[in-house]
């Protein structure tokens, strides 16, 4: 007889995702999780996600977490896109970040920045990814956090280009 045939095929346990980015997660972040009113859930988190989101120092998720993680990934695609030549912005979203890059960051501060800004400024991509999720975030951190760090090198990034 086969002895291949014989044994059952070993069964190799599949990596557990990141709660925030399903990244793989590593085994000893486990924070709670408050899913429903009286459902806390101990789930895990990949490396960068541990060290970078908003309430880090806690052992548990908050909404600002979630925020972070979505502002997270569109800002680092955003610039991996510029810096590979795949989007090239307006000229005025050059200047838009440039002023941005010299005035202090607060919820209401970016949001009138967004409000007053130009048609041109106002249909790029920049503007998209901040009119959601980094109002929310600086609700509940101040912009001298870490977690702003992708979003700041952003930021810096295309106001470097604009001089």
Request: glycine fraction near 4%; proline fraction near 8%; hydrophobic fraction near 45%.
């Amino acid at each position: 007889m086969n002895p291949s045939l014989s044994t059952p095929p070993r069964q190799t346990a599949a990596p557990s995702a990141c709660h925030l980015c399903r990244r793989e997660a590593l085994p000893h972040t486990a924070v709670s999780h408050l899913a429903a009113p009286d459902q806390e859930l101990k789930v895990l988190l990949c490396g960068p996600c541990d060290r970078g989101r908003p309430s880090r120092a806690t052992g548990s998720l908050s909404p600002a977490d979630f925020h972070w993680a979505a502002l997270e990934q569109e800002a680092a695609q955003l610039l991996t896109a510029f810096k590979n030549g795949q989007w090239v912005p307006y000229a005025q979203e050059l200047v838009f970040a440039e002023n941005l890059a010299w005035f202090v960051w607060t919820e209401e501060t970016l949001r009138a920045a967004v409000r007053t800004a130009d048609p041109w400024t106002a249909e790029g991509r920049l503007i998209r990814i901040l009119d959601s999720n980094a109002f929310l975030l600086l609700r509940d951190i101040p912009a001298t956090d870490p977690a702003l760090h992708t979003l700041r090198r952003l930021i810096d990034t295309l106001a470097a280009a604009a001089a």
